[in-house]
């Protein structure tokens, strides 16, 4: 069975369960989607919309298709593409914008559905948007217009089954999406009948995230140090100390979150030390961390995962990344109880375990078998 997902209006209940829609929109390619109304004609929004759209993004719905109700007879279509361009603003990269076309007035063409779409495509800086409309409707109002074409279609034609596929009206060739039923129900997470839609177009891989990486250009960053050459001199007192070559570059991404090495490693507490016996291998400190520059194949330490990385963290309980208040914390703690062993209190703590042991014994014996 082809993917499937509904379409949502503030006809349907401000309450979705995301989770669960999610996880039944999914299920058939792996990929969740959802339409959602977004406005319709001109200083309209969908009342339940910002609800809807922050359910979905927060559930981590994969594909939102955002869609406006026209209205021809009242309204220029360029304006209209533009009140929803500034009802929605940016959406993700597979994400799609959609003009539903149902209203039958004289005004509604070709012509006009055509000056939406390039509105819109203008609007979101030659991104497609797609069309919405039922296959009588192309037919006596759409369909002589060729420039349509070039944008993807969602189909309606309630066959009511999910199987059906009804014929291609022209001008185009093939269709997405096709809604196939307005009355479906018991769908997982919506409560009463909703419109349901299956997929039927090329499934486009998640676009990857772009890796994170901090540069002076950031003005927290810029706030903590400043160039010196390729490497970064840290300007806050007690700090200034200088990062440079692979050590800042892994600084840079550490983390790929936040601000990378600034959030997670903190300001550098030392310059790079060079370890003896080990020539080219060096580590240095942070406020939350050590990192050592050991290249392949290593010669201190291999973190799981990191068997390539030519730069990561050391262990700080032990070892040559350990903190230095380590050591001097563990004589004081030695000294600590060779000052109790041999005092009065350490004493006192042995007689007070042997009157323990001796009242237990006591209340032991005492007892009624």
């Not at 994400?95 to 070709?110: C, K, R, W, Y």
């Not at 509105?119 to 409309?133: D, F, T, V, W």
């Not at 400190?285 to 050991?294: A, I, S």
Request: aromatic share 12%; net charge negative.
């Amino acid at each position: 069975m082809a993917p499937q997902f509904c379409d949502l209006s503030q006809f349907q209940p401000q309450y979705i369960d995301w989770k669960a829609y999610k996880a039944w929109s999914a299920s058939g390619d792996g990929v969740s989607r959802v339409a959602l109304r977004s406005s319709y004609g001109v200083g309209y929004k969908d009342q339940h919309f910002d609800a809807y759209r922050t359910g979905a993004l927060d559930a981590g719905i994969d594909v939102i298709l955002y869609y406006h109700y026209s209205y021809p007879n009242l309204n220029n279509a360029r304006q209209e593409a533009s009140w929803q361009h500034s009802v929605v603003g940016s959406v993700n990269a597979q994400d799609l914008l959609i003009l539903d076309i149902e209203e039958n007035v004289p005004q509604a063409t070709g012509a006009w559905a055509y000056d939406w779409l390039a509105q819109q495509e203008s609007n979101y800086g030659g991104k497609l948007p797609g069309i919405y409309a039922s296959s009588s409707y192309i037919q006596s109002r759409l369909s002589m217009d060729q420039r349509l074409a070039k944008y993807p279609l969602w189909l309606a034609n309630w066959t009511f089954t999910p199987d059906a596929r009804p014929s291609c009206p022209p001008p185009w060739t093939s269709y997405q999406f096709l809604q196939y039923t307005d009355k479906a129900n018991g769908i997982p997470g919506i409560a009463g009948t909703v419109d349901a839609n299956v997929f039927l177009g090329k499934i486009q891989p998640k676009p990857e995230e772009k890796p994170i990486m901090i540069d002076l250009n950031n003005p927290t960053v810029d706030s903590h140090f400043k160039a010196e050459g390729a490497a970064w001199k840290c300007k806050d007192k007690g700090h200034d100390y200088t990062i440079y070559g692979e050590i800042l570059a892994t600084y840079q991404r550490y983390g790929n979150n936040a601000l990378c090495g600034l959030s997670f490693l903190g300001l550098p507490s030392s310059n790079e030390i060079p370890i003896t016996g080990r020539p080219g291998v060096v580590f240095q400190r942070f406020e939350r961390g050590v990192l050592c520059f050991d290249p392949v194949p290593h010669t201190i330490d291999t973190p799981p995962g990191l068997e390539n990385a030519r730069v990561y963290p050391l262990h700080i309980d032990s070892g040559y990344g350990q903190d230095p208040r380590v050591t001097s914390l563990q004589g004081e703690n030695a000294a600590l109880k060779a000052l109790l062993a041999s005092s009065k209190l350490g004493q006192l703590n042995i007689i007070s375990k042997r009157i323990h042991a001796d009242s237990q014994l006591i209340i032991d014996a005492t007892q009624v078998q």
